[in-house]
């Protein structure tokens, strides 16, 4: 927790590679994990004298992207040389749209559990190139490059700076990953960088306008890292500043191992890009046709699936969030909700508790994602539609749901083969009710004398004889007949 006095202001970038077949301005392959060097050409190579061809695959994948976050997608943008060397940028400059670029001025609102809707303004959307890999590892005397990632489409997405905790940060990253998921431009994957964020991080007293110094963290690759790095950095800042020293701007890789940033250079080595229009890309023109079109074929996206979550399923606003975070999640829940709908009543809250509770704590806990969950949406459906039908009880149902994530077996076949049918024959559940009446004989004297919060510890016994069998309607209520 930071010191209550001040406050974070922070903006986050991010970049997003693009899942397109063929590179940005040439027709090489960007499949991931091939042979070094393997995927390249003269264009992405940087020859000279070569001509790019802009990619219209990822133009698309823009312009959704734009639409998607409320942006406005500009009807000219252009694209611009920001020179620099870099031994794995073999041109010596890097191909960005710097003062047009394809998208401005969209947002995302964010539901914060303790502030309710927060709006977060995104500058920007534009498309750039990513640079190649330098190989240090393993190598003796010197680096090897791998220009296959060269010329991979890139989106940078420029938040404003309104963001006020790691929490916010957190959450908004989530929705931007959650848009590039459903809109099937990016696999999102932090780990392998396919999701990259840089964080501008500064701090200021509660109530003043101006906001402080600034500095850029780097190098985080999981969400969580960016929430730790953004609260490191913004105590560090409060330190400094309360020990009378003054934050200097620049940027700072975090090292997750040692839990702390580190500075990566200063601002007097900032560098002077000299960005100059790209010569061989003419400005990129777009009709309100194409817009409109690529509008009009857009997949529902997270925010829409979450109020028809709330309207078609009367969810509640956390669990529509939770199932909507994902396409993969929300469709496993929705196929859930069929196959219970279908076979009994419709229970899509009991739906939904089976999936958010039962299901996502276990795949949390082994570490899975809900496509690689063990069991079958319309297996999970059964074991709820069993329960409506009292075969068997809410609590064997817990006991079902844990062999069938270790097998993926059908429900059916599970309660039949452990013997779990729940007992609905009154005089098999009389007799035991006999049973623990004459065990407990003290017990029973004690409730007739008053003492009827007893029931519960009968109920117990009886629960306990019948390997939680019975059914506990029957038990309560047969139990109260013999105690009365
Ligand atoms: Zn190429």
Redesign the pocket.
């Known amino acids: 927790m930071i010191d209550s006095r001040y406050e974070m202001v922070i903006g986050l970038e991010v970049h997003v590679q693009m899942q397109t077949r063929s590179?940005i301005f040439?027709g090489?392959s960007t499949q991931f994990g091939q042979g070094a060097n393997t995927q390249?050409?003269p264009?992405?190579s940087g020859f000279p004298g070569v001509l790019p061809v802009l990619n219209q695959e990822a133009v698309q994948m823009a312009i959704k992207t734009g639409i998607a976050i409320h942006g406005q997608v500009r009807p000219v943008s252009e694209f611009s040389r920001k020179n620099y060397f870099y031994p794995d940028l073999p041109a010596g400059y890097q191909i960005t749209q710097f003062e047009l670029p394809i998208v401005e001025h969209g947002h995302l609102d964010l539901h914060t559990e303790s502030r309710g809707a927060k709006r977060i303004g995104i500058t920007r959307i534009h498309m750039e190139v990513d640079a190649g890999k330098s190989l240090h590892e393993g190598i003796v005397g010197g680096s090897w490059v791998d220009l296959n990632r060269t010329?991979t489409p890139l989106m940078e997405i420029v938040s404003e700076p309104d963001m006020r905790s790691s929490a916010e940060a957190g959450e908004y990253l989530k929705k931007l990953r959650a848009i590039v998921r459903y809109l099937g431009v990016s696999d999102g994957n932090m780990e392998q960088g396919s999701f990259r964020c840089d964080a501008n991080v500064s701090v200021r007293l509660k109530g003043a306008e101006k906001f402080g110094t600034r500095c850029e963290l780097k190098n985080m690759n999981s969400i969580r890292n960016v929430m730790r790095a953004i609260e490191y950095e913004a105590e560090r800042h409060i330190d400094v500043i309360e020990s009378g020293g003054h934050i200097v701007q620049q940027t700072r890789l975090w090292d997750a191992n040692a839990n702390l940033s580190r500075p990566m250079r200063g601002k007097e080595e900032a560098h002077d890009y000299r960005y100059f229009p790209e010569p061989d890309l003419p400005p990129l023109h777009l009709t309100e046709e194409r817009i409109e079109t690529i509008a009009s074929s857009m997949p529902e996206l997270p925010e829409t699936k979450k109020e028809r979550f709330i309207e078609e399923y009367a969810l509640s606003d956390y669990d529509a969030e939770v199932l909507t975070n994902s396409l993969e999640l929300a469709d496993y829940f929705e196929a859930v909700a069929r196959t219970v709908a279908e076979k009994g009543q419709a229970d899509p809250k009991a739906a939904a508790n089976w999936v958010t509770v039962e299901l996502l704590g276990v795949l949390n806990k082994e570490g899975l994602e809900i496509t690689q969950s063990p069991v079958p949406a319309a297996h999970l459906g059964k074991l709820i539609y069993l329960i409506q039908n009292n075969t068997i009880s809410g609590k064997i149902a817990k006991q079902v749901f844990a062999t069938l994530f270790e097998t993926g077996k059908d429900p059916e076949i599970i309660v039949s083969e452990k013997g779990l049918k729940q007992v609905t024959d009154s005089s098999a559940i009389e007799e035991e009710v006999e049973k623990v009446l004459a065990a407990n004989a003290k017990e029973v004297e004690l409730y007739r004398g008053g003492k009827t919060k007893l029931i519960g510890f009968f109920v117990g016994q009886v629960m306990k004889a019948t390997r939680g069998k019975a059914n506990p309607g029957l038990v309560n209520s047969i139990l109260r007949q013999k105690l009365g």
Do not use: D, L, P, S
């Open positions: 590179k040439c090489c390249i050409c264009v992405c010329g």
